[in-house]
């Protein structure tokens, strides 16, 4: 990787795999820590580079099987109805010396509650934009069994 600032919150996220559901040669996917919205997950390019229109077109390519992979699995495993995709990157606005890292932001979307672990999921918002500061922290089990669905249900 070029160019890789050590306060990239990307680039930490890609050193880490405790959270991470599978990797393509371009592309990285964690689940997200705070499980709001069940499989909240995030892509991170494996480069330091700041915008959509800086991608290859095999990185493009890649992405596309990418969004396919995580939809397809997520339907799969917790019948999740539709997908909220965001690329932000307005943290990176917030610095006087920008250097955005591309990644994108998954927001699995549901108009039936899913369980996990009888656990449920609310969706309270369907339909409409997500609540962008529903927080859910939950327990380690929980989130790792989480995880291992979406790889699991992946195969
Ligand atoms: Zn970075």
Redesign the pocket.
Known sequence: MNN??ST?N??SALAQDNLTLFETKYWKVDLAPNQAYLGRSYVNLKR?AGHLSSLTPDEWAELGEVVRRFEETATKVFDATCFNWTALMNNAYKSDSPDP?LHLHIWPRYQTAPVVNGVVFEDPNFAHHYDKTAVRDIEPGLIDAIKLQLIDGAL
């Open positions: 890789t600032p990239c990307s680039c330091h890292h």
